[in-house]
Nanobody
C-alpha cells in the first residue's frame, strides 16, 4: 500500500524559506510521476511543482517559478519542495501526490492524474 506523509510546514515571515518533505512508502519515489499541490482557504486545489514521469524533468506553476524547487532523493525515498522568497499568497495546505502508473501525468484538474495523496502540511506566510 502506497503512503505519503508530508512534513516541514509552519509559520514563516514574508521572504522566508521552508523545505517540505514527503516520505514515500510502499513504492519508490521515482517509480511514477509525483507532485506538490496546494489548497488555500476558500480556493480550489492547484498544482505547484512536479515530475511528470519517472524522469528528471521538473515542472512548475508560473506563480512559483524561480522561487520553489522540487527534487526527489531515491536513497531516502523522499520528495522535497524547497520554498524560498515566500509570499503571503503562498499560504495553503501543501500536499504531495503520486501517480498510480508509470506514464506521463498531465497535472490537470480535477485529479491531476494522481492516485495517491498525503494528508498535507500547513504553510502560513505572515505579511
Amino acid at each position: 500500500q502506497v503512503q505519503l506523509v508530508e512534513s516541514g510546514g509552519g509559520l514563516v515571515e514574508t521572504g522566508g524559506s521552508l523545505r517540505l518533505s514527503c516520505v514515500v512508502s510502499g513504492r519508490g519515489v521515482s517509480s511514477s510521476a509525483m507532485g506538490w499541490f496546494r489548497q488555500a482557504p476558500g480556493k480550489e486545489r492547484e498544482f505547484v511543482a512536479g515530475f511528470r514521469s519517472t524522469g528528471l524533468t521538473t515542472y512548475y506553476a508560473e506563480s512559483v517559478k524561480g522561487r520553489f524547487t522540487i527534487n526527489r532523493d531515491n536513497a531516502k525515498n523522499t520528495l522535497y519542495l524547497q520554498m524560498n522568497s515566500l509570499k503571503p499568497e503562498d499560504t495553503a495546505v501543501y500536499s504531495c501526490a503520486a501517480a498510480g502508473t508509470t506514464g506521463w501525468a498531465s497535472f490537470a484538474p480535477p485529479n491531476y492524474d494522481m492516485s495517491y495523496w498525503g494528508k498535507g502540511t500547513l504553510v502560513t506566510v505572515s505579511s
